[in-house]
């Protein structure tokens, strides 16, 4: 992979991270997709970027990673928990933070065609490929959000438990 492909794949990441940021600081925390609240979406992104810059970190320091195990709803519920207690603006800010320590991890590492497991069960997925995917993650995310923020989302179960 070229270093002027890396560097796209990573500006939109970075960019879709800002957004989201931005976005879920300051907006109201139960605000619901009609499967979950805003303050469960950014708790869930704060834990799973945590994750990915400490698998990126280990990945760089030549380590196996320590990865998490069970199923995505109960780990996204872990990280529902562990975040519940602080203000959105807190929590946008840890995003940002974790992001900084995944993207430099990232840029450490010179083969991105190598496997970025994210769980202990998770199939073979390039860093690359993980990247963009996390990059959709989220943009996904913020537009249900939003779609549900302008009216367009009616909720059809209450949010998860945050």
């Known amino acids: 992979m070229t270093t002027a492909a890396r560097a796209e794949i990573l500006d939109s990441l970075n960019r879709t991270v800002a957004d989201?940021?931005?976005y879920l600081c300051c907006v109201n925390e139960s605000l619901?997709?009609?499967?979950q609240s805003a303050r469960g979406v950014?708790?869930?992104?704060?834990?799973?970027?945590?994750?990915?810059?400490?698998?990126a970190r280990a990945l760089a320091d030549g380590v196996k990673?320590?990865?998490?195990s069970g199923t995505y709803d109960v780990i996204n519920m872990i990280g529902r928990q562990k975040f519940a207690g602080q203000s959105l603006p807190m929590l946008a800010h840890q995003l940002t933070v974790a992001h900084k320590a995944f993207v430099e991890a990232l840029d450490e590492l010179p083969d991105w065609s190598i496997n970025f497991p994210v769980k202990q069960d998770s199939g073979f997925c390039s860093i690359a490929e993980r990247v963009r995917l996390i990059d959709a993650h989220i943009a996904n995310r913020i537009t249900l959000l939003k779609r549900a923020e302008a009216g367009l989302i009616k909720a059809k179960q209450p949010a998860l438990d945050d």
């Open 32 to 35: 619901t997709d009609g499967h």
């Open 42 to 55: 950014l708790a869930q992104m704060v834990y799973w970027h945590e994750q990915y810059a400490s698998i």
């Open 65 to 68: 990673p320590e990865l998490v």
């Open 20 to 22: 989201a940021a931005a």
